[in-house]
């Protein structure tokens, strides 16, 4: 069965730095797009970043210059770089395939980022 597990959260100061990671199993990985999405409460699912089959990425405009999304497909997970963190960067992180397959159903518990001084 398809399952994502995150890691890599906790507490940082402001302009400190975390690196997420999510491992991925179930499903032929390197055949799907991953993307990086973060929920605070009261908040809808944000899509933070996202990486392709072939290396492209995307960001949020709140990001860039800020976050980094790779991936390695001999180990079929996903990683977020986080550099420069602020609070309001703080949210739950999870990682997941937007596609329109099954696939797109699962997600993980989520990584837990908070950014406080």
């Known amino acids: 069965q398809v399952q994502l597990v995150e890691s890599g959260g906790g507490l940082v100061q402001p302009g400190g730095s975390l690196r997420l990671s999510c491992l991925a199993s179930?499903?032929?990985?390197?055949?799907?797009?991953m993307g990086w999405y973060r929920q605070v409460p009261g908040n809808q699912r944000e899509l933070v970043a996202s990486?392709?089959?072939?290396?492209?990425?995307n960001y949020v405009d709140s990001v860039k210059g800020r976050f980094t999304i790779s991936r390695d497909n001999a180990k079929n997970t996903v990683y977020l770089q986080m550099n420069s963190l602020r609070p309001e960067d703080t949210a739950v992180y999870y990682c997941?395939?937007?596609?329109?397959?099954?696939?797109?159903?699962?997600w993980g518990q989520g990584t837990r980022v908070t950014v406080s001084s």
């Open positions: 990486v392709g089959t072939d290396g492209d990425t």
């Open positions: 179930g499903f032929t990985f390197r055949m799907y797009r």
């Open positions: 997941h395939a937007p596609s329109r397959l099954a696939v797109s159903t699962y």
